[in-house]
């Protein structure tokens, strides 16, 4: 059974740093596309990084350039750096996984909530401007 557990949210002021970290247990990291997604309260929950390797990595617009999604496969544990952070950042994020075996094309699918079946609990970000 897998399972994801985020943890690093916390509160920040416009154009600070966080570091969110998602764990995954029951299987190894390595065989599974990894996504961040983020959620505001009243919004939809939109997709904010993906990767599956080192050249396979996809960013949403609104973070290119700010955000960096990095795994680290020996600790089982993929990161989120979120600098530069802004106040429309804020809300809960969400650690999403999809084991890339079962996808025809063997790379990570596009960057929405439908594509992935394991998800964690989520870590909540707030930016003060």
């Known amino acids: 059974q897998v399972q994801l557990v985020e943890s690093g949210g916390g509160s920040v002021q416009a154009g600070g740093s966080l570091r969110l970290s998602c764990k995954l247990s029951?299987?190894?990291?390595?065989?599974?596309?990894m996504a961040w997604f983020r959620q505001a309260p009243g919004t939809e929950r939109e997709g904010v990084a993906n990767?599956?390797?080192?050249?396979?990595?996809t960013y949403a617009e609104s973070v290119k350039g700010r955000f960096t999604i990095s795994r680290d496969n020996a600790k089982n544990i993929v990161y989120l750096h979120t600098n530069n952070l802004k106040p429309e950042d804020a809300g809960m994020y969400y650690c999403?996984?999809?084991?890339?075996?079962?996808?025809?094309?063997?790379?990570?699918?596009?960057?929405?909530?439908?594509?992935?079946?394991?998800w964690g609990q989520g870590t909540h970000v707030t930016v003060s401007s």
């Open positions: 990767s599956y390797s080192d050249t396979g990595v």
């Open positions: 999403a996984a999809r084991r890339v075996a079962e996808l025809d094309a063997k790379r990570c699918p596009v960057l929405e909530r439908s594509q992935y079946n394991y």
């Open positions: 029951g299987n190894a990291v390595s065989a599974y596309c």
